[in-house]
């Protein structure tokens, strides 16, 4: 097929040219090779394209209808060539985005709506899961994605922020229960469990200032695969739950929830945006790309920072 279209091309460019030798000239290619190329198109589809004279050249019949289609095929590569170059280096097309709901609703919809509305030629669609969502099989530009580390050679992980886990509870929960001083006390209360987190139930300490450590496992009779449900069962009093800092932040300033055991830290998330790896990133990826490093890096409260590539 490729060389039949490199042929129409060959052919094209010698009705234009209204020679052999011209075309090669404007081809870069010998003079018989052209002769070659309409040779075997001419064999291929059992007709005589061009009438050839030491004078000139003329097409005929079955020439002249097919120079009409190979001109239409050239000019739709190059309507094709010009929507590829849009799509690289200008903010058309569809980007699509995969997150978490609470991620997006909290954070990734904010640090992008100024750019949305600025680039009225793009598509935007956020696919809003807590499930994995592969980046080829989904179609996935960016997606965004938390983890200690992402090992995937076919990957670019571009690091946005480092965000904390942290325990929470409602300010009714803290005063009407037992107190908690240490993580060896919370054997004595509920979890209530994020069992998308791995090894939810596990829960590992260091003193922010003596540096001890210390290992637990809380019991848990209420679980969910929701921030926002988990959040809700805390602000009724119904337990203390394992939390990264980002999903209730807001709710720490108002004051619905308190942090536990604030000088116990346990092990940190970073959060990245992933992309498939490639040469050249299209611009609507790379600026999007940009607008979430600086959404993250200027995010205040001290406890989501900017993480150093």
């Known amino acids: ?21 011209g075309a090669a000239r404007e081809l870069g290619i010998t003079t018989s090779a052209v002769s070659q190329q ?4 001419e064999q291929d589809m059992e007709v005589v394209l061009l009438h050839r004279s030491t004078r000139k050249l003329s097409l ?13 095929m050239l000019s739709a590569a190059e309507r094709g060539k010009v929507r590829i170059n849009e799509l690289r280096d200008d903010l058309v097309g569809e980007l699509r985005i995969a997150t978490t709901p609470e991620l997006c609703a909290n954070h990734i919809i904010p640090a992008l709506s100024q750019w949305i509305a600025t680039h009225r030629g793009l598509s935007v669609n956020f696919e809003a899961d807590n499930q994995y969502i592969d980046l080829i099989d989904g179609r996935i530009d960016i997606a965004l994605r938390m983890s200690a580390q992402i090992y995937d050679q076919n990957l670019n992980a571009v690091p946005l922020a480092k965000v ?29 469990a994020l069992n998308i987190m791995k090894n939810h139930h596990a829960l590992v300490f260091e003193n922010s200032v003596t540096g001890e450590k210390v ?3 809380m019991p848990s009779r209420l679980s969910t695969n ?47 945006a992933v992309v498939a790896k490639q040469e050249q990133q ?4 790379q600026r999007c790309l940009d607008a979430l490093k600086k959404y993250f890096s200027q995010l205040p409260g001290g406890r989501i920072y900017q993480e150093a590539s």
């Open 1 to 21: 097929m490729l060389d039949q279209l490199r042929a129409m091309g060959v052919f094209a460019c010698v009705v234009e040219k209204n020679s052999f030798s």
């Open 215 to 217: 290992n637990i496992e």
């Open 38 to 41: 309409i040779r075997s198109l």
């Open 226 to 272: 929701n921030v926002l449900v988990a959040k809700s069962m805390c602000m009724q009093g119904q337990g203390i739950a394992r939390i990264l800092f980002l999903d209730v932040q807001k709710d720490l300033m108002s004051g619905s929830l308190i942090e536990v055991l604030p000088e116990w830290k346990l092990p940190a998330f970073t959060l990245y």
């Open 282 to 285: 299209p611009a609507k990826i």
């Open 164 to 192: 904390e886990q942290i325990l929470v509870a409602s300010p009714s929960f803290i005063n009407h229960s037992a107190l908690i001083s240490r993580p060896e006390d919370l054997v004595n209360h509920d979890l209530v």
């Open 60 to 72: 005929t019949e079955a020439g002249q209808a097919f120079f009409y289609s190979c001109q239409e």
